[in-house]
């Protein structure tokens, strides 16, 4: 029953690609929506929000990512919606990316000084323009390159969405392997392939790092 | 009632307090259309903590403030109405650093719908010919001295066409060579009529333009009086003391 590892290996290990890619842009850009909820949140002058925001964080990086993707993955169950596991795999790492997100982000809110808000807030402008044309741009510069670093995580994170099933790139070499029981080729494969994706975008946020600091040396 | 009629400052009982700590105690102070006063005292006697109530940068939690005669405690809409009626110069500029000189200038008209692009960018320049720097409008921030840059947050408070300018201690971080042109620029001020509350040690500003100096410890206001009276006869020994100290 097991065969060569051939060429149609290949292709279907690197056809599955896109599902990594997908699931790791969903992921992102949901978490971008929900992490600028939660960072605003958590640095609002609003107590409740800050301690609600607080409890949300705590939970998602308290927890391991394997089991928040079983949970929404039975979850889905539970609410009798069928088995889905690119849903239940995009709102478990949509939830984990806000969780972190939102944390970099309150973090390079935070880092710009209090006196930008204060001069902005005497000029008489609201908090939506506050934050919109004062805090945020200030903010993005600081967060870029942990944002970078974090989609980096994150895509590497996707890998974990192959135990509950979902055919990404670790799912497709799971499968070939089992019909070829050529770990090493496989495996070596698919790695290579995450290192290809992932490490172009840690040498940029190496390199947008060393930017920011050249920025406030200035 | 005419707004020139009313005081532009009404402090009523105005107590503040951080945490346990009474950072103002209960503070009774009016200033007149047009007034200029200087406010001293030693660090941590309050005085940023008394001028930035009247924007509400910090709020009080006794006491009543009437800003050109709008109840700035009453809260709601007469929050920002206060501010827009009030330019504040802060000791760190607190310049936004993203935008050029002018952006600096014409953000507040813009998003608060005081003026269309084109009028904002002309009073910009205006203000910064008035400060004395319009061949800056197109740098940023840090590529200006440290006069330059208080000079344009002066400029960019007046864009708002503030009736009242507080400073507070606008000259503090400053290189010695550059205290004078920001002293100049608030003189001119002062010459316009600008009714303005300063923080400052310059004793010699206090005794150009003050119509009345103000002297603070541990939250309360000591003495106060014409700058003649204030420093050429000062009632209180504690006054005796701190003028002693800082000439
Ligand atoms: N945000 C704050 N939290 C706690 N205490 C503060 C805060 N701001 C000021 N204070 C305290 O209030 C007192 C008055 O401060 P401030 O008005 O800044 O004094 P001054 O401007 O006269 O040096 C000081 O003792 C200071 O430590
Ligand atoms: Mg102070």
Redesign the pocket.
Known sequence: MIRQFGPSDILFIIEAVRWTLLLSAIAFIGGAIGGLFVALARSSGSKALRRISAGFIRIFQGTPLLMQLFLFYFGLTVLNLPINPLLAAAIALTFHASAYLGEIWRGSIEAVPSGQTEAATALSLSYRDRMQHVVLPQAARIAVAPTVGFLVQLIKGTSLTSIIGFTELTRAGQIVNNATFDPFVVFGLVAAIYFIICWPLSLYARRLEGRMRLAFTR | MTQAQQPAVEMRGVTKF??A?Q?LKSIDLTVEQGERIVVC?P???????LIRTLNQLEEIQDGKITVDGIELTAGGENVAKVRRDVGMVFQQFNLFPHLTVLQNCTLAPLKTGRADKATAEATARKYLERVKIPEQADKFPAQLSGGQQQRVAIARALCMEPRIMLFDEPTSALDPEMVKEVLDTMIDLAREGMTMLC?THEMDFARAVADRVIF?EQGAIIEEGPPAEFFGNPKSERLRNFLGQIS
């Open positions: 951080f945490g700590f950072a005292g660090s941590g006697s309050g005085k940023s903590t923080v603070m």
